[in-house]
């Protein structure tokens, strides 16, 4: 039996499990669809619940929330990854679809599984080895040479849950901690890429230029597309590995597939099954945005053009730095925006209503043009701005006159 | 005192009377700029209720509905005309800040107060008279010709309220109808346009360019920007009229000004103080959209970019048509969605959530591109798509290959 569309627009009910940025995003995007997207949240503070009409609140690891939001929707989606396999299949067991679906996003949620997975595949992936003991690692290391990189399978985000360790003890003293780890060969990394697909359950697939991904301590701190200086051919090859993942894996909705770009080729590092913040650049970059994306695949709508609506896109992150401390007695956030709009009136910005902390991802700009330095210098002085409540002195002489 | 900030974002708060299609789509831009857009709507299946998370519910005609939602709040703007001024001149004596104020907006809401004005100010306009007996119509039909324009002065839209009469009989029977009325000449009109401004309370103004709008039964049907073979001089003769009538009357907010273009030059329709039909296409082909302009402007921000990202944008409304009838037998809605995704891709959809009537506004689409015959001929096959379930064959043969 079909789920109920809604009793006011007629129209299929998506519901989002997590109430953060990606579900505010998301909603946004469903606005224009004449979806009024479900969300669970976690409290009424969270990005998603601040602006959504119908939140609900609970805990994505308890059962009965997600039966709760998942009742009468079409469809159930996620804003992060963290939700118990088990839970997912009790939900499709009693008729609701999950999009991904468990099976698939065990990838996105088990770096072991995904490495199994890759490797059968053929999928080009560092050396790697499931490792329980310091003689596991050992082993590796021989094989691989230090430093090896040690990671908890599940869990880790943002650099959390990746370890690089140079010898022995190091690596006995996050087996003690963690358990079962992945090891993986430190790889001769010259720059991190994405290839985002998006993938519906007819098995429409659609493309965005990949990008580059500038990571500063395990965050991403900006994404620059297309990524400069790509070759045609690894471009091409990284968006035919990202689509051939995705119909192996048979995800429906968002794929990212973060890759390290070594002097040989592409290598896979992680996946995320949902928009994801090497995708935020699409909402003014691209003809469709990877948030509408997300929503039509999961509705199994067609999908919509990828095109890039300008030559450069960057998007920069905006963390909570000096102005999030609780000591800051510059502009308030208020006046900050104040400032960032005087001076950068083409720069987007996206500014998630979270509390602010230091580290927190609390928005992002996206600035376009012509020039991938112009463009880049434009939207990281305005981060920064945002952020530390500094204009780059060289970035205001420029602009200033 | 000013008005205290988001408890959860800490940023000002902005409340809108109306909850149609504009605040919708105003709620929609204001996610990205960190707020938490606070609605007041009559009911749960209004546009902008079923995607605001901060929805009051009431009428716009009541005081104490006015005052709980102002309540708190930064500033009061407007989804429509329609709030009698006397209210909002006590929510203003309350200390609440109304954009635009009670006296700028009456210009917007009265027609006869409005032509007084632009009389005052020397702006171009069509001859006019205040009419109250058929005595009066004739003797301005004596001096500018039958038939004569006559309009109520307040509560008309989309053509309600709008009357063309050829006799001193018509007259006299709209007269006792409706009271005193306002006459105007029926000027040799080649075509409409409308010039859009948002000026903030410091004072600052930008404007986008001047488009064209096609009406269809009094109601606006498709909107061409920029307005195809409009003289440059002509434009820039629009834009500063817009801005010196902003100016002059203390708009705060988006200022659409609606124009007759006849073979002499431009004359003023009327006014609208809110983001505004004619402004939609702004979303995907401004780099700064009419929505955002409105918050910003209302939150005296510095105003966004209104440099346009194509060439040509062409918005096309999607008015209730056959698929909106009772008896309706071809695809449901959910089911024209799909189809339109697959057969334009790359034509954005804006869908307002109602319940679907003949005649009702119920969404529009936006599509981009280099040439205005083509981009203006898959808008509208587009929305007559969604409107009727009817692809032009002609349209369908040209794209299906």
Chains 1, 2 share one sequence.
Not at 106 to 113: F, G, I, M, N
Not at 320 to 334: I, K
């Amino acid at each position: 039996m079909p789920a109920p569309l809604h009793p006011h627009t007629a129209l299929p009910v998506v519901a989002m499990i997590g109430g953060g940025q990606l579900a505010r995003m998301t909603h946004q995007a469903a606005v224009a669809l004449g979806q009024s997207l479900r969300v669970l949240a976690a409290g009424p503070d969270e990005s998603a619940a601040l602006v959504a009409a119908d939140v609900r609140f609970g805990d994505h690891r308890d059962l009965d929330a997600l039966r709760a939001v998942a009742g009468g929707a079409t469809v159930v989606t996620f804003d992060h990854e963290h939700v118990p396999t088990d839970h997912l299949e009790a939900l499709e067991a009693a008729g609701t679809r999950v999009a991904p679906s468990p099976g698939a996003l065990v990838h996105a949620q088990d770096k072991l599984v995904l490495r199994r997975a890759l490797g059968e595949a053929g999928e080009p992936q560092p050396a790697w080895a499931e490792v329980s003991s310091a003689a596991d690692v050992e082993v590796f290391a021989t094989a691989h040479r230090w430093p090896v990189v040690l990671k908890t399978p599940r869990g880790g985000y943002d650099g959390k849950g990746v370890f690089v360790v140079r010898d022995v003890v190091e690596a006995a003293s996050l087996l003690e901690r963690h358990g079962t780890l992945l090891a993986e060969q430190r790889v001769a990394m010259v720059r991190e890429l994405s290839a985002q697909v998006a993938r519906s359950p007819f098995g429409q697939v659609a493309v965005w230029p990949v990008v580059e991904t500038v990571q500063r301590d395990g965050v991403c701190a900006e994404v620059i597309a297309p990524a400069p200086g790509l070759s045609e051919e690894r471009a091409a090859a990284a968006q035919e590995l990202a689509v051939r993942i995705a119909d192996r894996l048979g995800v429906v909705g968002m794929l990212a597939v973060e890759l390290f770009e070594t002097p040989d080729g592409i290598l896979v590092n992680e996946l995320a099954m949902r928009p994801h913040n090497s995708g935020h650049w699409t909402i003014e970059g691209a003809r469709t945005s990877q948030f509408e994306q997300h929503l039509r695949a999961v509705l199994d709508y067609p999908l919509g053009s990828t095109a890039m609506t300008a030559p450069v896109a960057v998007m920069a992150n905006v963390l909570g730095g000096a102005a999030a401390a609780e000591d800051w007695s510059g502009p308030a956030l208020d006046e900050r925006i104040h400032h960032f709009m005087a001076h950068w009136p083409d720069v987007k910005l996206h500014w998630y209503g979270k509390t602010q902390r230091r580290g927190r991802k609390l928005g992002h700009v996206t600035a376009l043009g012509d020039d991938v330095a112009e463009v880049r210098a434009r939207a990281v002085a305005a981060a920064r701005y945002l952020a530390d409540g500094v204009v780059d002195p060289a970035f205001a002489f420029e602009h200033d006159h």
